[in-house]
């Protein structure tokens, strides 16, 4: 019996066209597939920011600190602020504090860069002072035009830490919410983020 040859490069060629073929392929694969490997990637990053927040207290001092208000977002990683958001009703005319931790959680030393929220007419953001504090320090190193300004900028080694504390003013409106938003990223990869949300509705 005489066999039959088949050419190679048609074999090929069928091979190729099988896999390109194959469902999501050309769009980068399945949605499932794609979150899985960007939670990987992530996971094993280089450069991963993490905030947490936690609330410290109303009006002149941390009077409700320590717990039951836990720092939230360790180990969170989203720009939405969810499982990262502190909310606290607050009289009118009244101020409050937050305390807000920034970690390099990535294998390489980084430069994390912090985008804060710049208040309303209603809520002012008052101060924001390097370190943890529980009432206002005249000698304190202040961030707040950085802060606001989006120029706010740590240099931190893999696993290292810093924190500030944000003090936020309300002015007199009743029933008024308003969402703080501090958002952090790897300046060696952008699109590395993070942020934690101080939500505040007035009484």
Not at 29 to 38: A, K, L, N, P, Y
Not at 49 to 58: Q, R, T
Not at 182 to 197: F, H, K, L
Request: hydrophobic residues 35%.
């Amino acid at each position: 019996m005489t066999r039959r040859a088949i050419p190679l490069t048609a074999t090929l060629a069928a091979v190729l066209l099988t896999t390109s073929a194959t469902p999501g392929a050309a769009a980068g694969g399945d949605r499932s597939d794609r979150t899985e490997r960007r939670s990987v990637a992530r996971a094993d990053s280089s450069y991963r920011p993490d905030a947490w927040i936690k609330l410290c207290g109303l009006s002149l001092g941390c009077t409700i600190d320590p717990p039951p208000h836990p720092w939230l977002g360790k180990d969170v990683y989203n720009t939405t602020g969810r499982k990262q958001t502190v909310s606290v009703d607050i009289d009118n005319g009244e101020g409050v504090r937050f305390w807000i931790t920034l970690e390099n959680d990535g294998a390489e030393s980084d430069t994390l860069a912090v985008q804060g929220c710049r208040g309303t007419r209603y809520f002012e953001v008052n101060r924001v002072l390097l370190g943890k504090h529980k009432d206002q320090d005249a000698g304190a190193v202040d961030l707040t035009r950085k802060y606001k300004k989006g120029t706010l900028t740590f240099d931190l080694a893999s696993g290292e830490k810093v924190v500030f504390t944000l003090n936020i003013i309300t002015r007199i409106a009743e029933g008024v919410t308003y969402r703080c938003v501090t958002a952090v990223d790897s300046v060696n990869d952008p699109t590395s983020e993070d942020a934690v949300v101080a939500e505040m509705t007035t009484y």
